[in-house]
């Protein structure tokens, strides 16, 4: 094979990323085919007359992304597509195959779909993770290694219960260890707040759009949510009033700060008049607070869960979306009934977290590694943030709209009037970009369509250039639109 690579090396872009660029291209286009061996370093430094360094950096890049495998002693091949990738779904009436779960699963299997531009997952780069750090936090394990191979209590480790209990007060939330259940992720948190709060059948109320993980547990446990929309400064509380009072939700469930998928935050105002609506009426509220150490902007806003005692709210929170998505550490802080009806939950469950993992993760807390991380990752999120709004005040047409979000990693595109979500969904998944649907965000129909999209797992140009094939995908869509027909929402392919 000719390597006919063309490298402006007049451009800021760096020659290897140009190289990396220019090779998952091929890959996508299928001039590369699953398990075809690349050429060594030496020979295509040689081709491209740059130095071995430059391919190099740029093989390691395409490992990173998935697009390639190194095997020592063999070579660099190109790595075969998963099995199992999504199709367009047969139509079978409604949303068809597009349900939250069906969703989360296909996210899942294309974060190894070679050569693509991931904007579907709202998680942290696992580049820029501090995995090397929390690796030696087992070393300090390695002495009483024997005391932590054994069951602990559902509410976690007490010596992590101690760490989280300073982080939170430095959040504002007042808990003793006593007060905090460590679950399995915020998701576990969530299961477990729903399942002590509600039966099947019972409605829930959650707001308009929402997670999509919630919709999922809402789904499995048989309960119905009621959507309740977004102004400008949160959650409509007209609206939740009259629901209260015709459907008797048993929680409200809101991410009050960075909100997934919007990436906006409720106002200050509205939180005190939620919180004393949810008093007046005896709603409990369960508020998910996983993006706020992802702020951008200035500190993040206080959570409900801090204002005014924090009464009838069960609180969530992780370290997943800042620092460690692997480890599956979330917690949670409930008034002391439920508390202890969710811990009984979790031992019917799984019994317990695991001893060492628990131990591991205190003491990388004490060390103080979070906050250096932290410090570290933030501008560089905070980059990708302004690259993504940038990239779409350049490509996106006049009747677009979308959030700015302050921090977080989500941010929500409100496509022009009449374009469904799924003709440019199946479009930019042809193109090699990889969105999350805004339909399944959603408890009823909205009358536009909306793509999630996510910034935190891309570097800068890789937005840009996601951004960029997006616009153009759009504008040639909305040209050819008046002479066919879109395709129906459930016979999208999914991811």
């Known amino acids: 094979m000719q390597w006919e690579i063309q490298l402006d090396r007049a451009a800021a872009t760096p020659l290897y990323r140009q190289v990396a660029e220019a090779l998952a291209g091929m890959v996508r286009a299928g001039t590369l085919a699953p398990g075809q061996r690349l050429p060594t370093v030496r020979e295509l430094a040689a081709a491209l007359k740059v130095t071995r360094p430059t391919v190099h950096r740029a093989y390691r890049e395409l490992q990173q992304r998935g697009v390639v495998e190194a095997t020592v002693g063999r070579g660099t091949f190109v790595r075969g597509r998963p099995a199992g ?55 300090e394990l390695k002495e009483e290694a024997a005391a932590h191979m054994r069951y602990i209590s559902p509410q976690g480790d007490p010596v992590l219960r101690e760490e989280l209990s300073r982080l939170l007060r430095e959040r504002g939330v007042q808990a003793g260890p006593e007060e905090i259940l460590v679950t399995s992720g915020v998701t576990q948190g969530m299961s477990l707040a729903a399942r002590a709060l509600a039966r099947p059948g019972d409605r829930v109320a959650v707001e308009q759009p929402t997670y999509l993980g919630l919709l999922h547990i809402l789904q499995a446990e048989g309960l119905q949510p009621v959507g309740i929309p977004l102004d400008d400064q949160g959650p409509r509380l007209d609206v939740l009033d009259r629901v209260i009072a015709q459907d ?38 369960v508020e998910d607070d996983i993006y706020h150490r992802l702020a951008y902007d200035g500190p993040p806003p206080p959570p409900l869960a801090g204002l005014d005692g924090g009464k009838g709210v069960i609180y969530l929170d992780g370290l997943s979306k800042a620092v460690l998505p692997g480890i599956r550490i979330g917690f949670a802080v409930a008034p002391p009934p439920l508390l202890e009806r969710m811990a009984s939950l979790r031992r019917a469950a799984d019994l317990c977290g695991s001893s060492p993992l628990h131990r591991a993760t205190a003491t990388f807390l004490r060390r103080g590694v979070l906050g250096r991380h932290l410090r570290k990752v933030l501008p560089v999120y905070a980059a990708r943030r302004d690259a993504l709004l940038e990239a779409l005040g350049e490509s996106m047409p006049p009747e677009a709209s979308w959030s700015a979000p302050q921090g977080g990693f989500c941010c929500w595109l409100a496509l022009p009037p009449g374009m469904p979500a799924a003709e440019l969904y199946l479009a930019a998944l042809d193109a090699g970009i990889l969105l999350a649907p ?22 800068e140009s890789d937005i840009r250039r996601a951004v960029d094939r997006l616009g153009t995908l759009l504008h040639d869509l909305m040209e050819k639109r008046p002479s066919r027909p879109a395709p129906a929402l459930d016979q999208a392919p999914l991811v």
Request: net charge neutral; aromatic share 8%; with cysteine.
């Open 85 to 139: 990738l999504p199709t367009p779904a047969a139509p079978t009436g409604g949303r068809g195959g597009l349900t939250p779960d069906r969703v989360l699963g296909d996210i899942q299997r294309f974060d190894d779909a070679a050569g693509h531009l991931n904007m579907a997952h709202a998680e942290p780069d696992r580049r820029l993770v501090p995995a090397a750090e929390f690796w030696d936090c087992f070393a």
């Open 248 to 285: 008797r939700p048993r929680f409200f469930y809101t991410i009050a700060t960075f909100h997934n998928p919007t990436g906006r935050s409720m106002s200050l105002a509205r939180r005190r008049e939620l919180l004393t609506l949810a008093g007046e009426r005896g709603l409990t509220l």
């Open 438 to 459: 805004g339909d399944v965000f959603l408890v009823e129909p909205d009358s536009r369509g909306h793509l999630r999209l996510c910034y935190g797992n891309m570097e």
